[in-house]
């Protein structure tokens, strides 16, 4: 089956400061997803992104497919950002599922 | 609240038992899932069901069933419980229109074998 790395896999900021999270896949994929799961468990849809650059405030998401990755962008941090981010892929000949990364452990310290 | 919804949120419980746990989405997606979550946080999928029909099992133990009473609900129910069963269990659903499979996750549930 496809293979999803993240990395870093622990990242440790100061308020303030941006972040680079970086996601490879091993094959083409037709749908990529960024989640953050935040400290009481929740999944938040951040991006839905398999291809492309998307913005959403202080985050954005790259994706270039061609290379099979994805980047997560985090600006001026703040620590309710704290919590790991998730990369998942779906391939549609693999069937409706989302393979998911291992994660990066971001903690934003004030 | 448009969501995906689960209950409950925690389940404490002894070994040998059988419990269920529900799902419902009022998104309107004609697809849904579960996956679990272990104690590194590595998330996989177990079951998808379109239409209230199963096109995903992966391989999981037969003590797993999941049940499609319809589109907007998916329940899990789980005999004959061991402790290697704890883990957050997530309910998600999606609408597979063509070029666009985004889905949506609920709170989960943590389940805890005593």
């Known amino acids: 089956g496809i293979q999803v790395e993240q990395s870093p896999p622990d990242l440790i900021l100061q308020e303030g400061a941006n972040s680079t999270l970086r996601c490879n896949f091993s094959?083409?994929?037709?749908?990529l997803q960024w989640f953050h799961q935040n400290p009481w468990g929740q999944l938040i849809n951040l991006f839905y992104i398999p291809s492309g650059t998307k913005q959403n405030g202080r985050l954005s998401a790259t994706t270039v497919a061609t290379e099979r990755y994805s980047l997560l962008y985090i600006s001026s941090s703040q620590t309710t950002d704290s919590g790991v981010y998730f990369c998942?892929?779906?391939?549609?000949?693999?069937?409706?599922?989302?393979?998911f990364g291992e994660g990066t452990q971001l903690t934003v310290n004030p | 609240d448009t969501a995906v919804s689960q209950t409950p949120k925690y389940l404490v419980t002894q070994m040998g038992n059988d419990k269920s746990i529900k799902c419902e989405q009022n998104?309107?997606?004609?697809?849904m899932y579960w996956y679990k979550q272990d104690s590194k946080k590595f998330l996989k999928i177990m079951f998808s069901y379109n239409n209230k029909e199963l096109i995903i099992n992966e391989t999981v133990p037969n003590r797993f069933s999941p049940k499609s009473p319809d589109k907007a609900h998916l329940n899990l129910h789980i005999n004959s419980l061991e402790l290697g069963d704890s883990a957050v269990y997530f309910c998600?659903?999606?609408?597979?229109?063509?070029?666009?499979?985004?889905?949506?996750f609920g709170p989960g549930t943590r389940l805890t074998v005593l």
């Open positions: 094959d083409s994929v037709n749908n």
């Open positions: 998104l309107g997606h004609d697809t």
């Open positions: 998942a892929v779906e391939r549609w000949a693999s069937g409706s599922r989302l393979t």
């Open positions: 998600a659903s999606s609408s597979r229109r063509v070029g666009y499979n985004e889905q949506f």
